[in-house]
């Protein structure tokens, strides 16, 4: 559920129970409203009519008289009048009592608003003869119309100003939102690799400090992405120098080796093979060859440490350093190499590998290029 319809179902809840309470509260009291209009309007119309009376006395037709007054009566809001004889004439119909009037009102309404009708009986004695009784009756239909009418104007305005409200509260969060949405687009773009994108600084202030800081982390990225692939061009470089040097070194240092032995093993063979052979040839022959192949296997072990050291895996970095500076004792006697390493701490293979490196890159530079 998206938070715009959240929102507004939040919002036609609290009107709806707004305007059910206003109405709950409306319909409540009207009862009582009425009812104490009803009294109000009874006391008075009693004394007006008892007045009224009281005026025919004297008056050349009193009955005449009566017929007008209760005419004129006829037209009050909230009261019903009639003249009953002897016979029963005048009496009031069998419907709800003062309300078979509201027009339009359901009758839930009606049962629910409707107060207790309030009747009172005036005696009609006029110069000593009697002309009945008047019978005054509260009418409550006028009362309950306004009663349901204004509640269904205020259930209609309530409705009016919850869809105003739902129609501000969606344009204000689809104006905050637009911006959200911009950033969910800026940040698929990010996952894809994009780090050229930037968002606008728009919308609220929390929102438009969201875009800074992810166009700053774009800017970031973007930087990492051009040290990666300056890193990555480095790698390679030292990788193909390395091969370079390494092919170098075999073909320059083994490839005459090689050649060598050949040739003395050639030269050996030749000897060996007359019917007498020079015996102290053979044996410097020997000689030159076995000094050729240690140098060889000297130069295969440099290369494979190179590449590999198989010492510092077995024994450690101390004692793959040692071997190394043992090693470069036996190949360059007239040098003096001294070691001097701290007690062992605990280092990953990385950086023993790493600290090794400079090492053995520290002492070859020293006696290609130092003059050692």
């Known amino acids: 559920m998206s938070v715009q319809l959240r929102l507004n179902l939040a919002i036609a809840l609290v009107v709806a129970l707004a305007v059910a309470a206003i109405v709950a509260t409306n319909i409540l009291k009207a009862a009582p409203r009425i009812e104490a209009e009803n009294q109000s309007i009874m006391r008075l119309s009693k004394e007006f009519v008892e007045t009224a009376v ?85 009418k409550s239909s006028d009362e309950i119309e306004e009663i349901w009418d204004s509640t269904i104007e205020l259930v209609a305005y309530g409705t009016a100003l919850g869809l105003l409200a739902i129609a501000l509260a969606s344009l204000i969060v689809r104006m905050a939102v637009r911006p959200v949405t911009e950033l969910g687009e800026a940040l698929s773009k990010l996952e894809e690799g994009n780090y050229e994108v930037r968002v606008p600084r728009a919308g609220p202030p929390e929102i438009a400090a969201i875009g800074s800081k992810l166009n700053a982390l774009a800017e970031a990225l973007g930087r990492e992405r051009q040290r990666n692939q300056r890193l990555t061009e480095r790698i390679i470089g030292i990788q193909d120098a390395e091969r370079k040097e390494l092919a170098h070194e075999l073909h320059d240092e083994l490839g005459p080796l090689l050649f060598a032995i050949r040739a003395g093993a050639t030269a050996v063979r030749l000897e060996s093979a007359k019917p007498s052979p020079d015996r102290e040839r053979l044996e410097k022959g020997s000689l030159t060859l076995l000094e050729q192949i240690e140098v060889i296997q000297r130069s295969n072990r440099r290369v494979l440490d190179r590449l590999r050291p198989v010492a510092l895996a077995e024994f450690g970095l101390a004692a793959a350093v040692e071997h190394l500076a043992a090693d470069w004792r036996k190949e360059r006697p007239d040098v003096q190499i001294t070691c001097r390493i701290a007690a062992p701490v605990e280092l990953s293979e990385t950086i023993e590998l790493a600290i090794y490196r400079v090492v053995q890159e520290g002492l070859t530079n020293a006696f290609r290029h130092a003059g050692a």
Not at 107 to 127: M, T
Request: aromatic content about 6%; proline content about 8%; cysteine-free.
């Open 54 to 138: 009281d005026s025919l006395k004297g008056t050349h037709d009193p009955g005449v008289g009566m017929q007008h007054l209760i005419a004129g009566l006829k037209t009050l809001r909230h009261i019903e009048i009639a003249l009953v004889h002897e016979a029963g004439e005048g009496r009031f119909p069998a419907s709800p009592p003062g309300t078979s009037d509201a027009n339009g009102v359901p009758g839930w309404f009606l049962r629910w608003v409707s107060p207790p009708r309030i009747v009172e009986r005036v005696d009609v004695n006029v110069d000593g003869r009697n002309y009945g009784k008047l019978i005054i009756s509260t």
